[in-house]
């Protein structure tokens, strides 16, 4: 009998959440370069128990798939560099951005928000060891951006996410990870509402779970190898 790629994933999850104690993370399923079809067989094998998360690099390429795959009420998490020119059109497709990493960004975001939807759910992306990327705030400027975003009305902030440098094995992984946790702990003792600690990817998610994940981001290990 064939297992499915969604069940070994869920099944990794599940594992590491029991080896760490905690409840399983949620799985946001990453669709960069994944056509709306693949998106759509994913989707409808997740089921609807929770709310189906989708994970989009580029706007450009979600303003294609997001009208396309309405009806299933997937939920759109914007998790690439988001350009300060397509923060308008991020704020309108999407329900969540994880990628907000500069104040810029704050009240183009809120500007943009259609007041018919409910506010934009964001995450604050931190470049928590890999100096050579430009993309993530620096930790010490969390406490000062996620104060913007809390007081802007059509904005909820919802945590953080990072990108940590790849390592070789779960040891020279976890102290990245646990970096993280100790910041979101922080941030969450200043703004209560924050819940979300994004990190984790196909090839690293058990040492994330291990260090507190609340959501992992898997792309690969669910589609296979990006073409
Ligand atoms: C592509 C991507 C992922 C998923 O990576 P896989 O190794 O394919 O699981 C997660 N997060 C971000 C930000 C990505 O760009």
Not at 63 to 71: R, V
Not at 134 to 155: E, F, I, M, S, Y
Request: charged fraction near 20%; charge should be neutral.
């Amino acid at each position: 009998m064939s297992v499915s790629p969604l069940h070994l994933v869920q099944q990794r999850i599940a594992d590491a959440a029991t080896a760490a104690g905690t409840a399983a993370p949620r799985l946001l399923a990453v669709a960069k370069t994944r056509d709306a079809d693949a998106v759509a067989a994913l989707a409808e094998a997740m089921g609807a128990r929770t709310p189906r998360a989708v994970g989009e690099n580029y706007v450009q390429e979600a303003a294609g798939k997001i009208p396309a795959l309405e009806a299933l009420e997937i939920e759109w998490h914007l998790i690439g560099h988001l350009q300060s020119n397509k923060a308008a059109q991020a704020a309108m497709l999407f329900d969540w951005v994880q990628t907000v990493d500069r104040a810029k960004l704050v009240p183009l975001l809120a500007a943009a928000r259609p007041p018919h939807l409910p506010p934009l759910q964001l995450l604050l992306q931190v470049n928590i060891d890999d100096e050579s990327s430009k993309h993530g705030c620096r930790p010490d400027a969390v406490p000062a951006l996620a104060d913007l975003v809390a007081a802007q009305p059509r904005l909820a902030l919802r945590g953080l996410m990072a990108i940590p440098a790849p390592q070789a094995d779960d040891a020279a992984r976890r102290p990245a990870f646990a970096a993280m946790r100790a910041l979101f702990e922080a941030l969450r003792s200043r703004h209560p509402g924050v819940d979300t600690l994004s990190m984790g990817m196909s090839d690293d998610l058990e040492a994330a779970i291990a260090e507190g994940a609340t959501m992992v981001r898997v792309g690969t290990a669910l589609f296979g190898p990006r073409g």
